[in-house]
């Protein structure tokens, strides 16, 4: 777990062999690389051509800017089950404004420019209210942001009365395409590590997560620490929701269901821990390319849902016990 | 020298309509380690983190340097040249020392942490303290006595001007004590006025210049140390007076039977010896006192007998009861139980109450069995077995419905003893069992102890680092040192002084730690 | 038994019954449950309290209910299950499959009699929270995650079984267990094996040595290690039990409903958490009564009906529910501060 850690102390001397090796990451990337291959083989080559390659990362966008965001709420020792509940709410909202399939907002289709801002605003604003509620209020995160989750769904409901959103501006369709998408996704990810690993707001949020205590006690404001990471999750709830509608271009308030689930297992696989304090972005981004593999090539060699589901669970309890495991042998 | 660096008047502070300082005056010189003495709960701390802005004092006074302060937060207070080493270790595990030490304020350049500069004001705050830890190493991988360390050097990179040290060799060995005492020399010498709270004696004449007594939340005094002696602090401190060194008859008798022998153990994990070739036996009625340090292997030999060491340590050896040899692979708290063996746990909070459950709870929970019929538990049982139980203890308040958490911490340690009598155990182990319980409440424990022993031939180990307490209570005693068992003398051919010495090793160890003040 | 007979032994002397039943923990949760029926009678304009309707609420509430009563044994240890809902699919899957004479569906070539199909269903409810309770007590896994696996590999199991599509025609006798009464046009069934869940329940939390270990083992779990109490098997235990009523539940909607679907139980593992820390279950785990959980099922299980009768659609219902678990919470949390 040395690797993040340690990487901003600098390790000149040793090899840049060993340091690959050493490296906390490299088992999760070994996992993946070993996973392409497989399946790869198994489908014989299927699931290796350029086009279903971009399809993943395409489907990989969504989880993982989402998972990015879960990931700053885990370091802090709390849980957000509020994501697709937030996305949807936020998609919904954005997309009633520029469709022309009924004009109930503005009466009129707004532009791109206005209805954006606006997700993503809202979107915040949500993950403002789950900070509010564990921070200020002391609720637990499990708690409040499953509440936060049903509210996301009612509001997502009562915008469009519970029907499918279609008849979008054609110029949505350009940030959840190629490559709009994985560069989005990947920027995030970038500003991400970022912000944990090289300024004072990111190194809070590890020392809020490992030790609250020890943190409030150097002058940490753990709750506007808390209060941070939930809206950062909350935005980018936000962002996925719109990527998703983007790519879609058209979307049922059904449409974003278990992307909590996935959002956890993305950040479990990625190696961060759920206690908080321990873990970093690169796994999480490898974390959720996992999953998309996984969940690309069932569909791809049409292993059905009964295959999806099994495996996803399994994936899910394993990932976490092997990192377990490995840790109590050190 | 004599400039006065901190001073405090008329605190008052209160929890939940429960005073827990009356009218505190308090201060501090530059230069000067003032030792602020009291049992546990006594409001020593409270007293210090009211100035911190831990904990809001309901009135009072605070000058630094002549200057009227009130500070909000311990931000404040460390910006203030006020800081503090807190009891409980405040450290986060995952990150590095260098990022433990700035934690809250890393240096940073247009947004952006200075991770090289980090590291190197880390070791030169380090360096002033002649320590020796790795700024990059990750705290969670330190030794106890380097993460300690770590914390001081926190402390001191505020560069205060009044520093405040929370029990700070609570979880020391000597050894590290020895090296904490040339650290707060050092400090003193920089003209650091230096708070050390502590509650054990011998520190305040290590190392201290004046000693503050402060009991049930009201100051009894202040002192130079010159004008002071152990027995007079002694009596400041419990508000009762005590003879200085005890003295024991001769009055020892040899057990006819042994309710446990255990021949030629050995603990380890990969490298790690916890103990070794431990041979003892402790009698039917007899209690046997195992006097050592911290570290020593009396937790982990007490644990092993109860089959509570972790399955990762190798045990080899043979473990005798009552005549029978046991099973060591098999052993477990649930078999050992069963089999008649009881341990009071040191760490009583995490593992011997449940707080949130009442007296009677805790009582029944490893004597089920006396009190169900199949696998139901009779009311009427677990009453009339509860109130036995609370009247051999003396609980106060007898009261088998009260929560845990509302005893006192005596209360709470006979509650813990209570329900291994609740379970009628032949073999109790008793690991530091009057810590952080006071004074008045001890001698009733040492009471109940005896009278079990006594009346129903109960054998008792007690494990402890308090050699008092083992002069004290026990029939006989082995000394362990460094997973050895050592010595074994009978208390009335020894004293506390010598079994100092035993338990440190070497006369010449014990002097030589002196003479360094 | 213990803490709460003892308890009201020591304090009920000389004041009155009322002063009692005002004291009591579950006291502010009985008037939240009588004002929430009050309002939805009125609301309704009578229709809710209609004893017909109340027979109603308590069959419907049956499945959440015991699964809650399942949920509760695990947050009494500090865990948390989210597989319930999987699970009663999962097994609703196999029971049905088993049961019905929908020819293509028959998992034996014939139609099992309820005799074999019960009993499997619960076995395979019991089988699935086993791993949970195996993941969680021997590698330590936290409990969010594997019953979130968990979930995930019942809802497979679900799948593979049905093949995605919805199961009718079961034998009819399984009607019997959703939809009959004793007398005929009497107590519900369901609301029966219900109510005789929780009062087995309550009696093996208060009475037993097994219930008075699984709170000694939430409550602390080093003291009750070291008071001899197999804290692993505790946990171990809890999901099993918890998958095996999860499985009941799923049964009794089966025989209710007399369809299986892959989204019958969805929302269920949410509405058994809130009926459990709406019924005062602490999250931390070691506190928590069977009482106050049946109340809190029947809280919600009150209200969904009212929505139901005032044709309100099922997202408002999900929003008051979340309303309704914050506040709970809320309330429980700012009530421990001000102690």
């Known amino acids: 777990m040395a690797g993040v850690i340690q990487r901003p102390e600098g390790e000149a001397a040793r090899g840049i062999g060993r340091r690959v090796v050493a490296h906390e990451n490299f088992a999760i990337g070994m996992a993946l690389v070993g996973l392409v291959a497989a399946l790869g083989g198994a489908s014989r080559g299927a699931t290796v051509t350029p086009s279903n390659i971009a399809n993943v990362l395409l489907q990989s966008s969504v989880r ?113 395409s190629l490559p709009a998408a994985p560069i989005i996704f990947f920027s995030v990810a970038v500003a991400a590590y970022i912000v944990l690993n090289h300024t004072g707001v990111g190194r809070n949020v590890y020392a809020v997560g490992g030790n609250p205590v020890s943190a409030f006690l150097s002058g940490i404001n753990v709750r506007r620490t808390s209060l941070y990471v939930f809206i950062i999750s909350g935005l980018l709830a936000g962002l996925g929701g719109l990527l998703f509608l983007s790519r879609g271009m058209a979307a049922s308030i059904e449409a974003l269901r278990g992307l909590e689930l996935d959002s956890i297992a993305a950040c479990a696989i990625g190696g961060i ?40 669970g399994a994936i899910i309890i394993g990932a976490v016990a092997i990192d377990i495991i490995r840790r109590e042998r050190r | ?76 207070a460390q910006r203030n040249r006020v ?51 790795p700024p990059s190493a990750v705290v969670g991988d330190l030794k106890v006595a380097d993460q300690q360390e770590v914390e001081i050097a926190r402390a001191l990179s505020y560069d205060p001007v009044v520093f405040i040290m929370d029990e700070p060799s609570a979880a020391l060995s000597y050894d590290e004590i020895g090296h904490l005492y040339e650290l707060v020399n050092t400090l003193r010498e ?63 008798k040899k057990p006819k039977e042994s309710i446990i022998e255990l021949h030629g153990m050995n603990a380890k994990e990969k490298d790690k010896v916890l103990y070794t070739d431990v041979d003892m036996k402790v009698g039917k009625g007899e209690i046997v006192g195992i006097a050592g340090q911290i570290g020593a292997g009396k937790t982990e030999l007490g644990k092993t007998i109860f089959g509570a060491l972790p399955k990762t340590f190798t045990i080899t050896g043979e473990m005798l009861f009552d005549g029978e040899p046991v099973n060591m692979k098999k052993l477990s708290p649930s078999v050992a139980k069963k089999m008649g063996i009881g341990f009071v746990t040191e760490d009583r909070q995490a593992e011997g109450i449940i707080a949130e459950q009442s007296v009677l709870f805790n009582l029944i929970l490893p004597a089920f069995q006396r009190v169900t019929r199949g696998f139901v538990i009779i009311g009427g049982m677990a009453r009339d077995l509860v109130r036995g139980i609370i009247k051999d203890v003396a609980l106060r308040p007898p009261e088998p419905g009260r929560l845990v958490k509302f005893l006192s911490g005596g209360n709470q340690q006979k509650v ?102 | 038994m213990t803490t709460e007979s003892v308890e009201r032994r020591d304090k009920a002397g000389a004041r009155g019954v009322a002063g009692r039943v ?72 196999l029971g049905s499959a088993m049961m019905t004479t929908q020819e293509f569906q028959q998992i034996l070539g014939y139609a099992a009699p309820v005799w074999q199909g019960i009993p499997a269903m619960l076995a395979l409810g019991a089988g699935l929270g086993a791993i949970s309770g195996l993941v969680v007590s021997r590698i330590k896994v936290p409990g969010l995650i594997a019953t979130l696996g968990v979930w995930q590999i019942a809802h497979g199991v679900g799948f593979f079984i049905t093949g995605g599509f919805t199961i009718t025609r079961m034998v009819t006798p399984l009607k019997f267990f959703g939809q009959g009464f004793i007398p005929e046009g009497g107590f519900p069934v369901a609301g029966i ?91 931390f785990g070691g506190k928590g009564t069977i009482v106050g959980v049946v109340l809190g099922a029947l809280v919600i299980g009150v209200i969904r009906n009212g929505m139901a009768i005032l044709g309100a659609d099922p997202f408002l219902e999900s929003t008051i529910l979340g309303v309704i678990v914050i506040l709970s919470v809320a309330i429980d949390t700012w009530r421990r501060r001000g102690r």
């Open chain 1, 64 to 176: 993982g800017v989402v998972a990015v965001g879960q990931a700053f709420v885990i370091l802090t020792g709390n849980i957000d089950l509020s994501v697709s509940g937030v996305g949807v709410m936020a998609m919904m909202m954005g997309g009633a404004m520029m469709t022309t399939q009924w004009q109930n907002i503005l009466g009129y289709p707004a532009s791109l420019a206005l209805a954006i801002p606006v997700m993503l605003l809202v979107a915040a604003c949500w993950g403002l209210l789950n900070g509010t509620l564990v921070s200020r209020f002391g609720i637990p995160s499990l708690i409040a942001t499953f509440g936060v989750w049903q509210l996301g769904y009612g509001v997502a409901y009562y915008v469009t009365n519970g029907e499918a959103l279609m008849e979008l501006p054609e110029s949505l369709a350009i940030p959840g």
């Open chain 2, 83 to 133: 800081s503090m080493v807190y009891q409980e270790f405040g450290l986060v595990k995952y990150l590095t020392v260098a990022e433990n030490i700035f934690m809250g304020r890393l240096p940073s350049r247009r947004g952006m942490i200075r991770w090289g500069y980090t590291r190197k004001r880390a070791s030169e705050v380090l360096g002033s303290l002649g320590s020796s830890v």
């Open chain 3, 193 to 283: 094996i219900f109510i005789v869940v929780a009062v087995v329940c309550y009696f093996i939390w208060h009475h037993t040595v097994y219930g008075q270990s699984v709170f000694a083992a939430g409550g602390s779990p080093g003291t009750a290690y070291l008071s001899g109490v197999k804290v692993k098997n505790m946990q171990f235990s809890v999901y099993v039990i918890s998958g095996l009523l999860a499985g009941l539940g799923g049964m009794i909607r089966t025989a209710r409903v007399m369809s299986v679907s892959y989204s019958s139980f969805d929302g269920l593992e949410l509405q058994s958490i809130a009926a459990a820390v709406i019924g005062g279950m602490s999250l």
């Open chain 3, 22 to 93: 005002f004291r009591h923990e579950n006291a502010t949760l009985g008037i939240i449950l009588a004002a929430v029926v009050a309002a939805m009678a009125i609301a309704t304009g009578g229709k809710a309290v209609a004893v017909r309707n109340m027979k109603m609420v308590l069959v419907e509430t049956a499945t959440m209910g015991i699964c809650a009563i399942g949920q509760a044994f695990v947050i009494l240890t500090g865990g948390i299950d989210l597989s319930v809902a999987g699970i009663a699919f999962g097994t609703s899957a």
């Open chain 1, 273 to 312: 821990s759920l206690f908080g304090g321990r873990g970093n972005i690169v796994g999480v981004v490898l974390g959720a390319i996992i999953i998309g593999v996984l969940t690309n090539a069932i569909s791809v060699m049409h292993m059905g849902h009964a295959a999806r589901y099994i495996i996803k």
């Open chain 2, 190 to 252: 920089k003209g650091v006025a230096i708070v050390y709270i502590t509650h054990k004696l011998n520190e305040v004449f290590d190392i201290a210049d004046r000693c503050t007594v402060i009991r049930d939340g009201r100051i009894e005094g202040t002192y130079a140390i010159s004008e002071l002696d152990l027995s007079m602090l002694v009596e400041k401190m419990t508000g009762k007076k005590v003879s200085a060194e005890v003295v024991r008859e001769d009055t020892y």
């Open chain 2, 416 to 517: 813990v003893i209570g329900k291994w009598l609740a379970a009628e155990s032949r073999l109790l182990i008793l690991d530091e069992p009057t810590r952080g319980v006071d004074v008045g409440a001890r001698e009733e424990i040492y009471e109940v102890v005896r009278q079990q022993v006594r009346e129903n031939g109960l054998g008792v180990i007690l494990l402890s680092s308090d050699l008092r307490e083992i002069m004290i209570a026990a029939d006989r005693i082995l000394v362990m040192r460094l997973g050895r068992i050592t010595h074994e003398v009978l208390p009335h051919e020894t004293s506390e002084r010598q079994l100092l010495h035993f338990v440190l090793g070497e006369e010449e160890e014990a002097e030589g730690k002196k003479s360094k003040k």
């Open chain 2, 1 to 76: 020298m004599d400039e006065v660096a901190l001073k405090m008047t008329n605190i008052n502070k209160s929890f939940g309509g429960v005073q827990v300082l009356y009218d505190v005056n308090f201060d501090v010189r530059a230069g000067e380690v003032h030792a602020l003495l009291g049992e546990n709960g006594a409001g020593k701390s409270v007293l210090m983190k009211t100035l911190m802005g831990v904990h809001r004092p309901d009135s009072g006074d605070y000058l630094i340097a002549g200057k009227n302060v009130r500070f909000n937060n311990p931000t404040e």
